[in-house]
């Protein structure tokens, strides 16, 4: 199964998905977080899978960290 991110990327991504203007949310068991910005939802989860929208982000953030 692809990953959304590296693991030790998670955190970052969070963060860079906040500075996007995305709203971060933690689920309540913990187990991962949601975003949304205009009615776009995403999810990563804690063993860093997701949905489309949070796959393409994650891909996108991952060629950031490599440029």
Known sequence: MKKVVK?????A???WLEKLGYNVKALAD???FTFC????YGLVTCELSGNALAMKLGSEFEDHLKA
């Open 7 to 11: 693991a030790k990327n998670l955190r």
């Open 13 to 15: 991504f969070r963060i």
């Open 30 to 32: 913990g187990q991962g």
């Open 37 to 40: 910005f205009n009615k776009e």
